[in-house]
């Protein structure tokens, strides 16, 4: 009877499965990487109480309620067998460019774009979402097209056209940040199948020359932001305000910081967003040059970490699904982090696991829960291919 209820496709996997005890997958989880995330998890506890000027309830507290959820997502995660998450990866494809293609209907408007939708009271964005649905689809893509077959072009046709779709939507909300991610996201995963460097340079190539054309299509936003990166003292009330600002706190924490609860930018208001995109920035008036190196040390070994797994595991699928995760988590921190010290124009980008927000926390919990997966069953072979696309 039970079986019956259970379509044909999905009994085909899980028989395929190798017979491991739960136990046994327990003991193949990396404990260690599960130990750096609480860690991160923790630091971005503390700092979110410090934003909140020592009121857990406001940001801390809901954060943790978020990462408690996620972590338990995360290690029941990693027990879904390589075979089951490819069979998964074209409906969760599928499900994020229909949220995406919503978002643009009936998506919740804030700061200049519409990202995020109101479900039932939750507000979800799903562009967070669409980076974690397109590494899993073109890790199954790439996993049955040989090294040997991404030398020719025409195999590059779908997977390009499997990157650039998101990367349009988000564009269309808009949001340019999180496009740009994606956009890297994807072009990484190309990179690590096997993409040629002629094929790379032709690309590449054209890019400087259509600076001009894309500066003209940005919204007035977003031309702002360029136009203060350049020159943030031109509008130090204004536009540059928030970077100004930045660099302010930045400096003041000098080595030591000026402790805990008692950052004059952060507990006078003056630093912006500082429970979300500026949050680094708290961290570094608060805890100096020295806790700012801390925390970019664990972020380091979390992607570090990541790498490691993505190479030690022997099927291509995992190894390009782990590898997709890890680069998603470093895309988020080095733009993250260039922004707040003005290396780049400012743009909505949290830090992950350490900046407020639901959307980005669960995506990423759930990113890393794939990771996981891709480590327990990293000896299996890789999916059969028969049946997809």
């Excluded at 999180?178 to 032709?202: C, D, E, K, N, P």
Aim: glycine content about 12%.
């Amino acid at each position: 009877m039970v079986n019956a209820t259970i379509p044909k496709t999905m009994r085909r996997l899980l028989r395929s499965e190798p017979d491991l005890h739960i136990f046994s997958r327990l003991l193949r989880i990396n404990w260690v990487f599960v130990l750096l995330i609480c860690l991160l998890a923790g630091v971005g506890y503390i700092a979110l109480y410090s934003a909140g000027g020592g009121n857990a309830r406001l940001y801390a507290e809901p954060q943790a309620i978020r990462f408690g959820f996620g972590l338990i997502m995360m290690i029941c995660l990693a027990f879904f067998p390589p075979r089951l998450l490819r069979y998964l990866s074209v409906p969760l494809y599928g499900l994020s460019i229909v949220l995406l293609t919503l978002v643009l209907k009936i998506g919740h408007v804030g700061k200049g774009a519409e990202r995020w939708i109101n479900l039932g009271g939750f507000q979800f964005q799903p562009s967070e979402f669409a980076k974690i649905a397109l590494v899993l689809m073109l890790a199954t893509w790439f996993q049955r097209v040989s090294r040997q077959e991404m030398g020719n072009p025409l195999r590059l046709i779908i997977p390009a056209l499997l990157t650039l779709l998101p990367v349009m939507l988000v564009l269309k909300e808009p949001n340019l940040g999180t496009a740009t991610i994606i956009g890297l996201l994807g072009a990484s995963l190309f990179f690590a199948a096997g993409m040629r460097w002629w094929q790379i340079a032709v690309i590449v190539a054209p890019l400087p020359f259509l600076g001009k054309f894309v500066y003209a299509h940005l919204h007035d936003y977003q031309k702002a932001r360029i136009e203060t990166f350049l020159n943030p003292e031109q509008d130090p009330l204004g536009a540059g305000y928030n970077i100004i600002q930045s660099k302010i706190a930045l400096g003041s924490g000098g080595m030591w910081g000026e402790g805990y609860l008692h950052g004059s930018q952060g507990q006078l208001n003056f630093l912006p967003e500082k429970q979300t995109d500026f949050i680094f920035t708290m961290i570094g008036e608060e805890w100096g040059y020295i806790g700012s190196l801390v925390v970019i040390g664990l972020l380091m070994l979390i992607v570090l970490n990541g790498m490691f797994m993505a190479l030690r595991c022997r099927n291509r699928f995992g190894k390009l699904l782990a590898l997709g995760i890890t680069m998603d988590f470093f895309l988020y921190c080095a733009v993250n982090l260039s922004m707040v010290m003005g290396a780049i124009p400012v743009g909505g980008v949290p830090l992950p696991l350490i900046s407020y927000g639901g959307s980005a926390m669960l995506t990423m919990m759930f990113g890393f829960g794939l990771l996981l997966s891709t480590w327990v069953h990293r000896d299996d072979p890789d999916p059969e291919t028969k049946g997809f696309f």
